[in-house]
């Protein structure tokens, strides 16, 4: 592996990417952050440092609420920036905002929305990546056997 090629875009990361295609969450898009963004893990080692002792092993939260509180603030915080195909009870589209966002995220009933934002934070993650080596000219080129051109 180049080590290059792990290179992120700095402005793709702030900006967030919109992720469709979500596994378990038809019509939506989300745009988030990738979760290893410098934000992410400042808030998230806060939120560690503040968990008491008897809920954490070796430096790790092992009390699951307390984890999944800390991972619903750090995605809302931090990575999720705006959705598109969510509705309301009525059927009626569901506007962004950080405030309902940080509520579903932080709900324990919602394990599935923070599910679709870890995964689409993986993908944008995995797309800063990718875009940043087409930018740079440094994508795969076809294989010689695949090349059309003339023969001898």
Do not use: H
């Amino acid at each position: 592996m180049k080590l290059y090629s792990l290179k992120t875009d700095p402005a793709k990361v702030a900006a967030g990417i919109w992720i469709g295609d979500i596994p378990g969450m038809e019509g939506v898009r989300l745009r988030v952050r990738p979760q290893g963004n410098p934000d992410y893990r400042a808030l998230y080692q806060q939120l560690v440092s503040t968990v008491p002792r008897a809920k954490k092993r070796g430096g790790l939260i092992v009390d699951q609420a307390a984890k999944a509180q800390i991972e619903g603030r750090c995605l809302a915080e931090t990575v999720l920036l705006d959705w598109d195909g969510f509705e309301d009870e009525n059927g009626s589209p569901l506007v962004y905002s950080a405030e309902l966002a940080k509520q579903v995220l932080l709900d324990p009933d919602m394990q599935n929305v923070r599910d679709a934002v870890n995964w689409a934070a993986g993908e944008a993650e995995e797309m800063a990546r990718v875009d940043l080596d087409d930018d740079a000219g440094n994508s795969k080129l076809p294989s010689a056997g695949s090349l059309s051109g003339p023969t001898s």
